[in-house]
């Protein structure tokens, strides 16, 4: 079946560690998008790749970095996670954006220490 | 950017009851989009509106997008615990060409 696959589910890091989650696809989507979201609270666009054009949110922290080597895949890199980083980390694909919905993997839930 | 206000945050309500939850904009939406997250899990897309005045259902939900194009709802229609979950909108302006989500409407259904 065509998916998401987010990988690790669930990511440990130490305060100011760096750490790499990491997402696949199979629907050959264009379009790939990463969210955080905290209890109780909506998912938060942190930027897309189109193709190979990325777009950064204006409120998404320089801390938040990504890579999309291919289509297939794309990486969220947080460079020294803090407390306040500890959320859960959605991956999500579409063909095309705008009128287009949004498939979601299952999540990296991030624990800070 | 563009913003989309959801309400109720909340709703308890007892299985066979119905279900109600609604998005705002103050400004014309291009489309609006509905998901649903159960608990402990991720976001599943349910429908897209993109006409004014469009509704369209899916067995016990309806679904409607208003004349102007500036507010949405969801409507269950007798609840099952298997409605337990978080109902997202997702909106975007005509102009701006993005969509956000609503804060979400988080629905108990006790048995």
């Known amino acids: 079946d065509a998916m998401v696959i987010q990988n690790p589910r669930y990511q440990v890091t130490q305060f100011g560690k760096p750490v790499t989650l990491s997402c696949s696809q199979t629907l050959n989507h264009n379009v790939m998008y990463w969210y955080q979201q905290k209890s109780s609270q909506a998912p938060k666009l942190l930027f897309h790749?189109?193709?190979?054009?990325?777009?950064n949110e204006a409120d998404t922290p320089d801390n938040f970095q990504s890579r999309r080597p291919n289509t297939s895949f794309c990486f969220l890199d947080i460079r020294s996670p803090g407390l306040g980083d500890a959320a859960m980390y959605l991956c999500a694909t579409s063909f095309g954006r705008v009128l287009r919905e949004q498939y979601f993997g299952p999540g990296t839930r991030l624990t800070v220490t | 950017g563009q913003q989309v206000m959801q309400i109720p945050q909340y709703q308890h309500v007892q299985e066979g009851e119905d279900f109600t939850t609604y998005c705002n904009s103050s400004?014309?939406?291009?489309?609006i989009q509905w998901y649903k997250q159960r608990p402990g899990g991720h976001p599943v897309f349910l429908i897209q509106?993109?006409?004014?005045?469009e509704v369209k259902k899916q067995k016990r939900l309806t679904f409607q997008f208003g004349e102007a194009k500036k507010n949405s709802s969801l409507h269950i229609t007798a609840t099952q615990t298997t409605d337990v979950g978080t109902y997202f909108c997702r909106g975007g302006g005509t102009s701006y060409g993005k969509l956000t989500f609503g804060q979400g409407t988080i629905l108990t259904v006790h048995p």
């Open positions: 509106l993109v006409k004014s005045g």
């Open positions: 400004t014309t939406l291009s489309n």
């Open positions: 790749y189109y193709d190979k054009d990325f777009n």
